[in-house]
């Protein structure tokens, strides 16, 4: 009787974030028994193929970077590409141990594991930030177009995901070498984000900074243990015939550019945009918080490749301070459904990131 007195004596507020905790939780449960349970035959197992595909290459010995008979295919034909264009694994070889060991189940076991796996990443990150949340910040962290579609894809950025929420919450306990392991390991896995510790450098964070730079050395070195030294070879002929350019998800400054038929602008703002953000970091000194937010963002725009979903690894960060209603805008990018966001050359996507983008270029140092 008590406890109920108490639950109807909290504020709207609180009350609004616990129905939102409840309803995010409820719709990724939701997500996981799904597609989960979705059957799918031959040929038709997307990312999950590709994968899967990849890490069994690893077992028998094969190149991880080529194209099987299961390796996804996308259809490229509205971006003026082929309509099955193998979507072959792109992801730096550090991965592969992982691919490698859920290779051995088979492919329908491999796609339920993944998912079950994807799910619980979001929902580990989503405790680590804490209980502060508010109810829409909740919802973008469980229950988004991003995070569905990681999920049911089967697209590991729910582990970026939580090494950003880990490497917030290390930083939170004072912990800077675990901290910097974390960054060092998403840097790894996407090297594009190597602007994040770049950017702390530069805001005066430097030991997480040089000891995630060293991090993430160290994970790309492993595979030359386990594999050798051609696996590096093969990933990087993978990525010279790389077409994702031309996906409009991918909301990357140069192939948005490169899209409109402008790849000399792309590459321009990306640069100038690069060093304007280095050059706001060196004067303004953001704290941790900010600086990561900036940095993750710059990995986002400038880099050759970013597709939009990676604005689950800004997340963490976006999500520390209590949102206004300026925020609550830029957080419309996790809402924008696919049709609309593949739209007018990917705008949708990349107008909130900007938003988001000023969010910490408005935060000042106290």
């Known amino acids: 009787m008590a406890s109920t007195i108490a639950e109807i004596?909290?504020?709207?507020?609180?009350?609004?974030s616990r129905l939102a905790r409840f309803c995010g939780w409820i719709v990724l449960l939701g997500i996981v028994f799904i597609f989960g349970l979705v059957p799918r035959?031959?040929?038709?197992?997307?990312?999950?193929?590709?994968?899967?595909?990849?890490?069994?290459?690893?077992?028998?010995g094969l190149n991880p970077y080529a194209t099987y008979p299961e390796t996804g295919r996308v259809d490229y034909s509205l971006y003026g590409g082929d309509t099955a264009t193998p979507d072959v694994n792109?992801?730096?070889?550090?991965?592969?141990?992982?691919?490698?060991?859920?290779?051995?189940?088979?492919?329908?076991?491999?796609?339920?594991?993944q998912i079950?796996?994807?799910?619980?990443?979001?929902?580990?990150?989503?405790?680590?930030?804490?209980?502060?949340?508010?109810?829409?910040?909740?919802?973008?962290?469980?229950?988004s177009v991003p995070v569905i579609g990681a999920i049911s894809?089967?697209?590991i950025y729910g582990l970026l995901f939580f090494l950003s929420a880990l490497a917030w919450y290390l930083h939170q306990k004072g912990w800077l070498v675990w901290c910097a392991a974390c960054i060092g390991l998403l840097v790894a896995i996407k090297p594009t984000f190597l602007l994040w510790p770049v950017i702390l450098f530069f805001a005066g964070h430097r030991k997480p900074a040089l000891l995630s730079v060293t991090a993430s050395a160290l994970f790309s070195a492993a595979p030359l243990l386990l594999y050798g030294p051609g696996v590096y070879r093969d990933w990087?002929?993978?990525?010279?015939?790389?077409?994702?350019?031309?996906?409009?998800?991918?909301?990357?400054?140069?192939?948005f550019f490169t899209r409109l038929g402008h790849t000399t602008i792309g590459v321009t703002a990306a640069a100038v945009i690069a060093a304007a953000l280095l050059a706001y970091a060196w004067k303004y000194r953001p704290d941790f918080d900010t600086a990561s937010g900036i940095g993750i963002a710059a990995g986002i725009l400038c880099a050759p490749l970013g597709w939009y979903a990676y604005v689950l690894i800004l997340a963490p960060f976006f999500v520390?301070?209590?949102?206004?209603?300026?925020?609550?805008?830029?957080?419309?990018?996790?809402?924008?459904?696919?049709?609309?966001?593949?739209?007018?050359?990917g705008i949708a996507?990349?107008?909130p990131l900007l938003l988001i983008l000023s969010h910490f270029l408005r935060i000042r140092p106290a």
């Not at 989503?126 to 919802?139: E, W």
């Not at 990087?236 to 192939?255: E, G, K, S, T, Y």
């Not at 520390?320 to 459904?337: E, M």
């Open 116 to 143: 079950v796996i994807s799910a619980l990443w979001f929902a580990a990150g989503t405790l680590l930030i804490g209980p502060g949340l508010q109810g829409r910040q909740v919802i973008c962290l469980l229950a």
């Open 41 to 60: 035959g031959p040929g038709k197992y997307a990312v999950f193929g590709t994968y899967w595909e990849s890490g069994h290459a690893a077992i028998h």
């Open 320 to 345: 520390a301070r209590r949102w206004n209603w300026f925020d609550t805008l830029a957080a419309s990018i996790f809402f924008v459904p696919l049709s609309l966001g593949e739209s007018a050359n």
């Open 9 to 16: 004596s909290q504020p709207p507020a609180a009350l609004h």
């Open 349 to 351: 996507y990349l107008l």
């Open 90 to 113: 792109l992801n730096p070889p550090v991965l592969l141990p992982y691919f490698q060991f859920l290779a051995h189940l088979t492919i329908r076991r491999f796609i339920v594991l």
């Open 153 to 155: 894809s089967g697209q």
């Open 236 to 255: 990087l002929a993978a990525l010279a015939h790389d077409p994702h350019w031309i996906d409009r998800q991918n909301v990357a400054l140069v192939p």
